[in-house]
């Protein structure tokens, strides 16, 4: 065994060991307990000059189409419409002259058949003939209803008047001569017609479009249709509005005096909308007509990103840089975008589809962030922030 001059026994090599690893425990733990700030740097000092961490992107995005919102109301002023129901006497059907008879042994019925396109709109029908010969009891039956029977004593009778309910599109008129058949019975008709005031419809609706963007519509918020109904209450008839076939309004319409109505985005759609104003009777103008919309605020691009303490210490020293990369889908249309990072705002305007700008002064140390807003439609394939 060996001893030193007082005696004592020299420490064993085992001991030594023990003694660097406690001493390697408390440095560990010394510097897990340091402040994350210090404890990056204190471990990037160890690394040596000019290393940097491995070149991975501080941000990454797949970011894809934004467009630019021009303006955040737009309005589409529409010419005044008119509604105006207009009647016309006209002569809906006409027979051929014929002759019924009634005898002891026969007793003889005559009908014909006639249309009407549109009975809802065919109103104060009318039945007419000359009646050169008239023995006996007339009847005439309109529909399966009777709506004459009686004698006629004149060569012109008056017109036998049908009701609006019984029409159809389809109609038939039946003469009977009635009464006991000796002496004879007979009638005779001639100029044989069937008039009515049928109602032009094509003059009670109106239609009118009004154009969407694309973009007007991918952004809009709220849209609103206005416009003054100049007519006289007592007269008017049903207003029905109905926009892109959907009904939107259906009411009595309030005379001399603006309307507002709003609309939903279902209502709407990109491209041709029409917009269709209809009343059941009377006249009605629908002036100073417009649709307004509201749209949205332009939307960008927004995101953050975190610059460490070595990295930026780094950049400090002009041993790195960190850049901005933006890759467009095409090398096409003019791009104009606005960058905002960490406040410094700075354009994009270009044709090309790469764009790269070194950010190195703007960046921060800890948290950044980066806005993009675009000044005209654009497609980005992809943004990097990428340290070098």
């Not at 001493?23 to 000092?45: M, N, Q």
């Not at 007793?107 to 006996?136: C, H, W, Y």
């Amino acid at each position: 065994m060996i001893t030193n001059k007082r005696g004592q026994e020299a420490p064993s090599g085992g001991s030594a060991a023990t003694l660097v690893g406690i001493i390697t425990l408390l440095f560990v733990f010394y510097i897990l307990f340091l402040p994350s700030a210090e404890r990056e740097e204190l471990l990037a000092d160890e690394k040596a000059p000019g290393v940097i961490e491995a070149e991975t992107p501080l941000l990454q995005a797949a970011i894809g189409w934004l467009e630019t919102v021009p303006q955040n109301e737009i309005e589409h002023t529409v010419p005044n419409i008119y509604l105006q129901e207009l009647k016309s006497a006209q002569v809906i059907s006409m027979m051929s002259p014929f002759t019924i008879k009634k005898t002891l042994t026969s007793s003889e019925t005559k009908n014909f058949t006639f249309g009407i396109s549109d009975p809802a709109s065919t109103e104060s029908v009318m039945l007419s003939f000359a009646a050169p010969k008239r023995q006996g009891t007339l009847k005439v039956i309109f529909n399966g209803y009777n709506v004459f029977e009686g004698e006629i004593t004149q060569l012109n009778p008056a017109p036998i008047s049908i009701d609006k309910n019984y029409l159809q599109q389809i109609n038939t008129v039946l003469f009977e001569v009635k009464g006991f058949g000796l002496p004879p019975k007979e009638y005779s008709f001639t100029d044989i017609k069937v008039i009515g005031d049928v109602v032009d419809v094509m003059r009670m609706t109106a239609t009118e479009t009004i154009p969407i963007s694309d973009t007007e519509y991918n952004n809009l918020e709220k849209a609103t249709l206005t416009y003054y109904t100049a007519c006289d209450q007592l007269s008017a008839g049903l207003l029905e509005i109905s926009f892109n076939s959907k009904p939107v309004f259906s009411g009595m319409p309030s005379c001399d005096s603006p309307s507002k109505l709003d609309l939903f985005q279902d209502d709407i759609k990109p491209g041709k909308n029409v917009i269709t104003f209809k009343t059941s009777k009377g006249s009605i103008g629908i002036e100073q007509l417009k649709l307004d919309t509201t749209l949205k605020p332009t939307k960008g691009y927004s995101n953050f990103f975190t610059v460490s303490q070595s990295l930026y210490a780094a950049v400090k020293k002009g041993d790195a840089r960190v850049v901005l990369n933006i890759e467009f889908v095409d090398a096409v249309n003019d791009k104009r975008v606005q960058t905002n990072l960490n406040g410094r705002l700075d354009i994009i305007d270009q044709k090309e589809a790469k764009f790269e700008r070194d950010i190195s002064k703007v960046i921060v140390n800890g948290n950044n962030y980066i806005e993009l807003t675009p000044l005209t439609n654009v497609n980005i394939a992809k943004l990097e922030i990428m340290p070098e």
